[in-house]
């Protein structure tokens, strides 16, 4: 989805909820840092509009670009800047607008977590749940368990102790990890009961 499509959907507010499911961490932070940098960019831009308006006009000319018009563009701008400070308003009012972080019990994904609750926390952006997915729940009444599974709980455990210990004052939610994807709405919808409920181990 492009930058567009999200100050429109912020903008328009046609909705009750809007989900934004986010790149990687480096991208996300890109994009939550991204009305920040545009709303100082072309605020500059502005101020400088009376300098460069003869110039873009005379290089129109130029090019053969007769119609082109630096008012124009300059008014399309000043139009653009009210909206992104509005999607900049509203991504740090915390009464509408929260980040989910999703995680799984591991060394590298706790890291990465971590620094993007740092980010958001300094950019004042809302943070205070963590889903953590994949885990393993081995049955407590097999009397025989997979080697690997019990090496997997183990260090799994480890890490979800870490992530608990971390994120004392967070809502952590564990999710468990499955033997089939999630798939089509139905699924989704008995899934996303266990964002609601602990998850308990049949």
């Known amino acids: 989805m492009s930058y567009a499509e999200v100050m ?5 507010m046609n909705f009750s909820t809007v989900v934004f499911d986010t790149a990687p961490t480096g991208h996300t932070l890109r994009l939550l840092n991204f009305p920040s940098v545009i709303e100082g960019g072309l605020g500059k831009l502005l101020q400088i509009k009376n300098r460069f308006n003869p110039i873009l006009s005379q290089m129109g000319s130029l090019f053969g670009m007769a119609d082109m018009d630096a008012n124009k563009m300059t008014e399309k701008v000043e139009q653009m800047l009210p909206v992104i400070k509005r999607v900049n308003e509203q991504f740090r009012d915390n ?21 993007l609750v740092q980010e958001l926390s300094n950019t004042g952006i809302d943070v205070h749940n963590v889903v953590v997915n994949q885990l393993l729940f081995l049955p407590p009444d097999q009397k025989e368990q997979c080697k690997m599974c019990v090496a997997r709980h183990k260090i799994q455990n480890k890490y979800l102790e870490q992530i608990e210990d971390l994120y004392e004052d967070f809502h952590v939610v564990k999710l468990p990890l499955l033997d089939h994807e999630v798939r089509g709405a139905q699924q989704l919808m008995e899934f996303s009961e266990n964002l609601l409920k602990p998850y308990v181990n049949k």
């Open 8 to 12: 429109k959907l912020v903008d328009n």
């Open 95 to 115: 009464t509408k607008t929260t980040f989910v972080c999703v995680a799984i019990a591991e060394f590298l994904s706790m890291y990465e977590t971590e620094r």
